[in-house]
């Protein structure tokens, strides 16, 4: 390890520490989409959630198993179905 890389590891735990005591000033932090909830909400089994929504069976149980986190396109398309799951189904079924 070199200086640049210590010094930056240095600005990274000065970092940690500034977040850790309430600085939220530049960071982006996601909550965690409760994926079994939006599923349910639409009254549907996993398989049937996955089929209607063009997603992989087992990429929706390996969310709702804490497994995996949804990445962002997910997490946006989530979002859509939690808003309004028949618009989001309609929409789908169109493409």
């Known amino acids: 390890m070199d200086t640049q890389d210590f ?3 240095k600005r990274a735990m000065a970092q ?7 600085d939220r000033k ?3 932090t996601h909550e965690p989409v409760d994926v079994k ?3 349910a909400a639409t009254k549907k089994s996993q398989q049937a959630f996955a089929e209607t929504y063009h997603l992989p069976v087992g990429t929706v149980r390996d ?3 804490g497994r995996r986190q949804p990445d962002a396109p997910a ?3 989530l979002t859509i179905i939690q808003a309004d799951p028949a618009v ?3 929409l789908l079924a169109k493409a």
């Open 7 to 9: 010094a930056s590891l």
């Open 16 to 22: 940690v520490e500034a977040y850790e005591g309430g």
């Open 26 to 28: 530049g960071f982006v």
């Open 37 to 39: 909830a939006v599923r």
């Open 63 to 65: 969310w709702e198993q």
């Open 75 to 77: 997490r946006a398309l």
């Open 88 to 90: 989001a189904e309609r």
